[in-house]
C-alpha cells in the first residue's frame, strides 16, 4: 500500500540480537522478494525468519508450502543469518552463523527451494557448516559459491561449488585463513579475481583493509603499491570499517565506510579506488 509492504510474521519480539529485525532481502527471477528477519524468541534464544513478498507486494502465504515463512530457530542453539543470496534457478542462501548452549559458534550456509522448503540436495542435509567459523558476505555465481567472514585465527574465505561442496581448486577444497586481518566484511568477484574487505581489530583500533586474491585462494600479490596484496583504507581515524563495496562501470571499487574516533560518533565516507587500488 503506498509503496510500502508489511508483512504480517509471527515473530514474538521484533527484534533480533543486533536490533534488527530486517536485516536483508534478495529478488527472484520471478520478480518476487525474499526477505529476512532476526527476532528473539524468548529472552537469550534467537533465530532468522524468511519470507516472501509477491510482486504486488504482498506476503506470499504459499511461500515453504503454505506456512509463508521459514522458520530457524533450532532447541539448544541461538541462529544469527548474516544475508541471503540467490541462486540462478532461483533456490535461496541463507548465511552467518550459530552459537550452541554450550558456547560452540559455527559458520552455517543453508540452502532452500525456490519455494522454500529445505533442499536436502546442498551440502550435509540442506546445511553447510564449519566450526568457529562466522560467515558475514556470500556471493553465488554460476560456478561457484564464495563466502567470507572471520575464523579463530583471522579472516575467513571459503569457495563451494553450487551444492555445497568445498571446491579442490580453490586452497586444495580448505578456507583460505588470513592471518594479518580479523576479518572479511564484503566481498565481491570480477573476472574470476575476488576482492574483500574488512578489518584489522586491535586494543583501541580498527582499521579498514581491502585485499584481492585470485581464482585459486591465492593472494593477489600485484593489487596494490606494496606487494601484498593488502591495502589499508586509512583515512586518519581510530576507528575505520567498511560497509559495502561495489565496482562500477569503469571497474573502479567504491568502499562505504564508517569511520570514528575516541567519541564513537560516526562519520560515513565513500572511497573511490581504482582495480590496482590507487586511491
Known sequence: KNGISVLNLPIT???GPNQAPGVDAALQSTGKIITLHLYTGEPGHWGALIARINAEGQT???FNSG????????AGENTALAGLAIQADDKILAYGHSVHVRG???GIVNRYTSEGAVDTTFAISGEYRTQDHQYLDLVATHEKILACGSAAQGALLISLDPDGVPDPGFNNGLPVITANVTRWHKLLVDAGKIVAVGTLEEVLNKTAVMARFNSNGE???SFGPNGTGIVELDFNQQFSEPIGLVMDQQKRLLVLMS???LTLEPNFLLACYFSESQA
Do not use: F, M, P, V
Open 13 to 15: 519480539y521484533e527484534q
Open 60 to 62: 506470499d502465504l504459499a
Open 67 to 74: 506456512r509463508g515463512y521459514i522458520d530457524t530457530l533450532k
Open 104 to 106: 560452540i559458534k559455527t
Open 219 to 221: 593472494i593477489d600479490t
Open 259 to 261: 569511520l570514528s574516533g
